[in-house]
């Protein structure tokens, strides 16, 4: 009975999802043909946006570790592919020391190097900060957030707090992305093939083994399970993912803002994931469209927006706290 | 680096660690007591340097600034205790992160519409306005060095506070058995009503303080929260004796690395880009800090709890 209901559940958000889903791809032609595709790079925005709260989800809404420092990994996979694509155009290294890296204009280098660079850096910061716990791992996130923040801002090369404004986009394995419907998709692809691959393994053995550290971590330490590794493991991958987010914003607005660095930022991504519902991967990305939407509108309507924000927010947090997505599922099923 | 110069960039160091023990005290004392992460902290530090400012300018009397600047703050906290905090007490500390942020967005854009948003000039009082030479050929603004006074009678008081009197003994018995001191029967409520306060007073001290050496803005508060967040996690949650040691730390250390820094760099870079990156990376230099010490030292220096 239990597992009849639980296939079923599975089987109403995989419904519900599928159907966002075909929106979504519905997107480009409808909006072509509504003459309105001056919104493609503002949907691109969330997709991308939508891609890096889910890769915090796995960290806090599965490992219920706090992270206030993923804007960190966010703006380093951007100002990795704004460093690459601005050294491509000016044909000069990024690196001439001690190992010869040329710039590229190749998405399919400029992505993956954004994933690995914001990776390792999750890595290491993983490494410190999982240490610690509670209270002191918040902090400690958000203190290393400043930390690459201030040191990216030293690099006087790619802008300090004017940012980088980039004259080259980039190209598809040789063919130039042309127009705002292939970035979107690109984007797409990418936010889906996550999801996919996030909720499998969070389905698998290891996800049960991160989700029970956040349950209960010395009942899974004494069954033998490492939990340091499981949390570095999580706390990577997300990082690694948030590179990637990043590295698709720096494309679709060709700049590179340090306030996608800044502590803000993380705050955000946070009110993404926990507005969404944590821990559902999904949830998170409606969170994403929903904040940006929310902005988008309330900035045209008053000057003063963050002054409904902010209440929003407060209601959510004191009343909704399973999120949006959590709401969806939920109400169908109580219990 | 020779002598009165070094004079000089320590007493700075100790003017700022002053400023962000202030901060910590009450950031660590909420802490440690209710168990609470309050983000919305530097907004108090905010109303207080803005309530100072205005009231200044008003009466053109710096102690009443300085005293509306404390009541504001101490006000504002307890507000934030009875209206928020307290229903936050037993929720996750992502709640009380996700709240808090919201009460900041709310305060910045609040002073924004009242005040707007270009900072407002606050002068030292007429008295204190001048220098001091501290050795012959070392002048120091006199302002400052009241900053330092005022910090270290603060942290005086605190220390009489927290190690003295009764109400001081049921603080530090709440940050170790919080759940003993509620089954003793003392009222935990106005308990954690009164050690907000003391935090929001001493938060709005600061901002009083500070409006004259730095700019009153919206978003002033952020800035300095962070590096009192640093020196919380240094010092070890809960514990202000841990908290003054890395206040004046973090105060040292930003302020040497500042003044340091340039000079390095000015042999290796040309002028104008040496100063962009020594800034910036003399800001680096306290989050390095942090590093180190919780690399060693996952709890801090004084960790409170047990």
Known sequence: MAEAQATARVGLDGVVALCGLCLLAAAPPVLEHLQADYLLPTLTRMLAYGLAAAALDLVLGYGGLVSFGHGAFLGTGAYVAGALLQHASRGTPVLAWPIMVPGSTEALVILPAAAAVAGILAFLIGAISLRTRGVHFIMITLAFAQLVYFLVLAVPEYGGTDGLMLSARWRLAGLPVRGDAPRYWIALVLLVLFLLAARRAMEARYGLALRGARQNERRLLALGYPVYAIRLLAFTASGACTGLAGALLADVAMFVSPDLLSWQRSGELIIMVVLGGQGTLIGPVVGAFTLLALEEELSALTEHWMLVLGPILLLCVLLFRRGIWGQVIGAAYPG | ?????????????????????????????????????????????????????????????????????????????????????????????????????????????????????????????????????????????????????????????????????????????????????????????????????????????????????????????????????????????????????????????????????PSLMRDLLPPAAADQVAANLGSVAVYLLMAVVLAVRPRGLFPAHG
């Not at chain 2, 709440?174 to 001493?202: D, K, P, S, W, Y």
């Open chain 2, 1 to 261: 680096m020779d002598p009165s110069l070094l004079l000089e960039q320590t007493l700075n160091g100790l003017t700022l660690g002053v400023m962000l023990f202030l901060l910590a005290a009450g950031l660590t004392l909420i802490f440690g007591v209710m168990d609470v992460i309050n983000l919305a902290h530097g907004s108090l530090y905010m109303a207080g340097a803005f309530a100072s400012a205005a009231v200044t300018a008003r009466t053109g009397s710096f102690a009443a600034g300085v005293l509306a600047g404390i009541a504001v703050g101490a006000a504002f906290a307890l507000v934030l205790e009875l209206a928020l905090i307290r229903r936050l007490y037993a929720r996750a500390h992502l709640d009380q992160v996700l709240a808090t942020f919201a009460v900041i967005l709310i305060a910045n854009e609040t002073v924004k519409i009242l005040f707007g948003p270009q900072p407002i000039f606050a002068a030292p009082p007429p008295a204190l306005a001048g220098s001091v030479e501290l050795l012959p050929g070392v002048p120091y603004p006199a302002y400052r060095l009241v900053i330092i006074a005022v910090g270290l009678l603060a942290a005086l008081f605190l220390w009489w506070l927290i190690g003295r009197t009764r109400l001081g003994m049921l603080i530090r018995a709440g940050t170790t058995h919080r759940c003993m001191v509620q089954a003793l029967g003392v009222n935990i409520e106005v308990l954690f009503a009164f050690v907000f306060a003391i935090g929001g007073a001493l938060a709005g001290l600061a901002g009083a303080m500070a409006g004259p050496i730095l700019a009153v803005q919206v978003g002033m508060g952020e800035q300095i929260l962070i590096l009192a967040f640093v020196v919380v996690v240094i010092g070890g949650l809960g514990s202000v004796r841990g908290a003054f040691l890395a206040a004046l730390l973090v105060g040292l250390t930003d302020t040497m690395s500042r003044a340091l820094l």
